[in-house]
């Protein structure tokens, strides 16, 4: 069983930044792969960043430019570095696990079989 706790989020105005953490229970070297979702009331959740085991990175085009992912094996966190930040990212920021994915980096939410619990993050225009 893996947990994942996100830290992070909060409200800030447009064009600002921030970084949002995911602790994980696990290596996180040993997943398949992980990732950032993101999900507004009403809305489907959608793959931001995914972060494969050899390091390949996958962004969603709203994203891409603005955001990185990334992780460090030894804290067994992931991270994701968001910057230049628009009302439309607004949205409640998961992380995920995969444990085990044929898929490379994949944004889709069904490759991911471990979830954390959220962190709002509230973009001011």
């Known amino acids: 069983q893996v947990q994942l706790v996100e830290s992070g989020g909060g409200s800030v105005q447009a064009g600002g930044s921030l970084t949002l953490s995911c602790a994980a229970s696990?290596?996180?070297?040993?997943?398949?792969?992980m990732a950032w979702f993101r999900q507004v009331q009403g809305k489907e959740r959608e793959g931001v960043a995914a972060?494969?085991?050899?390091?390949?990175?996958n962004y969603a085009e709203s994203v891409k430019g603005r955001f990185t992912i990334s992780r460090d094996n030894g804290k067994n966190t992931l991270y994701l570095q968001m910057n230049s930040l628009k009302p439309d990212d607004t949205a409640m920021y998961y992380c995920?696990?995969?444990?085990?994915?044929?898929?490379?980096?994949?944004?889709?939410?069904?490759?991911?079989?471990?979830w954390g619990q959220g962190t709002q993050v509230t973009v001011s225009s």
């Open positions: 995920a696990a995969a444990s085990y994915t044929d898929l490379i980096a994949t944004l889709e939410v069904w490759a991911y079989n471990y």
């Open positions: 696990v290596d996180t070297g040993s997943v398949d792969a």
């Open positions: 972060l494969e085991k050899d390091g390949t990175t």
